[in-house]
């Protein structure tokens, strides 16, 4: 919270630490929302779509962001599925881009639309920034030791030589709270 309030120099904005699939406004409370990177981490997606939809006013947009980590390309190191597979408990899901739009039609939304957006990394430092895997801080609490040993081996060695190469695709949900429609909070 303190790194958004840092980084927040744009007008009266407010943070809030909440539940995703119990958001703490009331109906109808928002213009718009946008949630990025949350939904491959939340054991009820489907729930989350219709909080995030229920504090949106009629006529207003819901935007959702996520990444489909099984479309990941590698290429000069190796581990990343090993990686991933650890990253992600069981009950998560590391596709849950892919279907994104899919969730905001069978919650209701209008005028529904899904566009990939294909990231690609070239750098360590800069996939650091984006990528979970390729945050050593980040991995330590969910991959085992040895595996981050030898995952950022194969990297470092990589970038010796010149190859490493990390692709992979993010969706961006849009769709539109129908009017006369209020979807409540789901049990």
Known sequence: MAVARSRSSAGPVGYAVGDITSLDFPDGHFDGVRCERVL???????????????????????????????????????????????????????????????????????????????????????????????????MQSRVRAELIERFFASVERSVDRGGLLFAFTMWIGLGQVPLGSMPRNVS
């Open 40 to 138: 491959q981490h939340v054991r009820e997606p489907d729930a989350a779509i219709k909080e995030l939809i229920r504090v949106t006013r009629p006529r207003g947009r819901v935007c959702v962001i996520d990444t489909d980590w099984s479309s990941s390309v590698a290429n000069g190191f190796d581990h990343l599925d090993e990686d991933i597979a650890e990253f992600f408990p069981e009950d998560n899901d590391p596709a849950a881009g892919r279907a994104i739009r899919s969730r905001m039609v069978r919650a209701g939304l209008r005028h529904t639309t899904a566009l990939p957006v294909a990231l690609r990394f070239t750098s360590l430092t800069d996939a650091g920034v984006v990528v979970p895997f390729f945050n050593c801080g980040a």
